[in-house]
């Protein structure tokens, strides 16, 4: 019988360890792994990206933190585009008195629409962020979901920073102002409107967040919906109609009715915070109504919605750019509408 040489038997040995010692080190690896760090976690896209955008949202941060003192006052944010100045300009008039400027921030999608706010309205702030769309952009298409994939993850930045958040849009006449009303609610997490004829359906560009974990949760799930939806159609023409089953409004309401990660909310009647369907009530039932405000939806267009709110006298803003202060007098100091 031949002999193995003894150099052949060493290798063989030394092959044998470094294979256990391989197989050994790779198991306490896996067992030491932070749980949710695998790939197959379905956050870690939206995390990388999440990731990515927050060393282009400093300047936002940064606005937000001053305006709001770090965290000591509510934020009042929005986000326009170019197309939605006239109604940020509008909205300015009809809340000049109230008080609530200094708390503003404006997020737009391009520097010339900031300086105008800037200029024209110095207590506010305006701050430019990439990747909103220019031009009217209709609801539920491509172009108006990817604006809203991009508010939910700012706001998220903004929230993650502890920041009370009071999300409103500029498409909204302002009766009296409501900040101390939303602010009251102050045993939920937080606080959203109701819309007309759709009881399973809340409105998405109307809430105040108090940031807590709950809050937190819930709007990091809601980014995370958001921002896979925005992967799925980044492809695709603005002008490409969305399923009205995929939006901002329909995930927000999904989680909230849930009450995803044990949300506590409230959501305020459109007798108090009305919408569209107000121009739509009867004279009677109109003067029965005090509401807070009016939103100024269920109308498809920039154009209808101007040519509503003038009809109305719920514009502000005249020809020459100024305010119309009689209209303002009327409907906010005397509650004429």
Not at 49 to 67: D, F, G, Q
Not at 138 to 163: A, D, K, T
Request: include cysteine.
């Amino acid at each position: 019988m031949k002999t193995v040489p003894r150099s052949l038997l060493l290798l063989g040995v030394l092959t044998a360890l470094t294979l256990f010692v391989f197989t050994y080190l790779s198991k306490k690896a896996d067992h030491l792994q932070p749980q949710g760090s695998s790939k197959e976690n379905i956050s870690s896209g939206t995390n990388d990206r999440l990731t990515k955008m927050t060393n282009k949202t400093n300047h936002v941060l940064s606005a937000a933190m001053r305006i709001s003192e770090g965290g000591q006052k509510a934020l009042l944010v929005t986000l326009v585009n170019d197309a939605f100045l006239p109604f940020a300009f509008s909205w300015l008039c009809n809340t000049q008195g109230m008080g609530i400027h200094n708390q503003v921030l404006f997020i737009t999608g391009d520097k010339e629409s900031a300086k105008k706010i800037n200029e024209k309205w110095p207590s506010v702030t305006a701050v430019q962020l990439d990747g909103v769309h220019s031009g009217n952009q209709e609801y539920s298409h491509v172009g108006y979901v990817e604006m809203m994939v991009r508010r939910s993850e700012v706001l998220l930045e903004i929230l993650e920073q502890n920041i009370p958040i009071f999300l409103f849009e500029v498409d909204c006449l302002w009766i009296k102002n409501p900040l101390e009303n939303l602010r009251s609610y102050s045993d939920v997490d937080i606080v959203v409107n109701a819309v007309s004829e759709r009881s399973k359906i809340i409105a998405g560009g109307f809430l105040y967040m108090h940031p807590n974990e709950a809050s937190k949760q819930m709007w990091r799930a809601l980014t995370e919906q958001l921002t896979d939806l925005g992967e799925k159609i980044k492809n695709s023409p603005d002008t490409q109609l969305i399923s009205e089953s995929d939006n901002d409004q329909v995930y927000l309401s999904q989680l909230l009715f849930s009450k995803y990660g044990g949300l506590k909310y409230k959501i305020l009647s459109t007798q108090d915070y009305a919408d569209g369907k107000w121009y739509k009530l009867s004279k009677e039932k109109r003067e029965q109504l005090k509401p807070y405000l009016i939103n100024n939806n269920w109308v498809i267009g920039n154009a209808a919605k101007i040519m509503r709110a003038k009809e109305w006298g719920h514009w502000f803003l005249k020809n020459s750019g100024e305010c119309d202060q009689e209209r303002v007098q009327k409907v906010v100091r005397q509650g004429l509408l």
